[in-house]
């Protein structure tokens, strides 16, 4: 199976991926669904080896935390989906080396707190999904390095503030989308850095009040809802 290029190991009961798995039997692999492991756990360098992998899936297999370098190895990645799991921690270096990825979705988690610096690594990220992931704070600079963000889907949180420079340095940002959340109230530089934004989606949220500048830095916004 040295020639494989796509596997598929859904519902097979794996609770534990040793290090460097994946490296001596798959090295042409390029796709790589491990959803429906509920409870697996990934040692270090578990994906390492997997050089030319470009998707990998780990759906709904009830990961608790993402453990630095926990993608080491995968410099092609441009997909990965963590949907549907009951992840909670975030570590600092957790993407290091995902040079290449372009979607990330990780709607339907346990994220709780958004960290600052929590994507650091993910130079070329296009979009990122955070639907539904009981996010209840975003702390300023949390969304650092992400310079190639285009889209970006916050929707159906349960966030109630958002602070000076939750969004800064998403320099290419065009879509945002933070409805159904909590948000009472906006700090004045919360949309600063938001320069090329055109799409910003807020309805069902608890505002109830909006100051004159809330939205003077979105100089190319032309949908506000």
Do not use: C
């Not at 596997?7 to 959803?35: A, H, Q």
């Not at 080896?49 to 297999?61: E, I, M, P, Q, R």
């Not at 949390?142 to 420079?165: C, E, H, P, S, W």
């Amino acid at each position: 199976i040295l020639g494989l290029t796509r596997l598929s190991l859904k519902r097979d009961s794996i609770k534990l991926i040793r290090s460097f798995t994946f490296s001596e039997w798959t090295p042409e692999l390029e796709f790589l669904d491990l959803s429906l492991n509920y409870g697996v756990e990934f040692e270090a360098d578990a994906f390492r080896g997997l050089a030319k992998l470009s998707t990998l899936f780990l759906n709904s297999s009830g990961i608790k935390h993402l453990a630095s370098d926990t993608f080491a190895g995968l410099d092609n990645l441009d997909t990965l989906s963590l949907r549907y799991n009951r992840i909670g921690r975030i570590a600092a270096d957790a993407f290091r080396g995902l040079t290449r990825l372009v979607w990330l979705y990780m709607y339907s988690n346990e994220i709780g707190t958004l960290q600052s610096g929590a994507f650091l690594g993910l130079h070329n990220l296009n979009t990122l999904s955070l639907v539904e992931d009981k996010i209840g704070y975003v702390e300023a600079n949390a969304f650092r390095g992400l310079a190639q963000l285009a889209k970006l889907y916050m929707n159906t949180n349960q966030i109630t503030v958002l602070v000076n420079d939750t969004f800064a340095g998403l320099h290419n940002l065009d879509t945002l989308k933070l409805m159904n959340n909590r948000i009472r109230h906006i700090d004045a530089n919360a949309f600063s850095g938001l320069a090329q934004l055109a799409n910003l989606e807020m309805y069902s949220n608890e505002i109830s009040l909006l100051q004159n500048d809330t939205f003077i830095w979105l100089e190319s916004l032309n949908t506000l809802s």
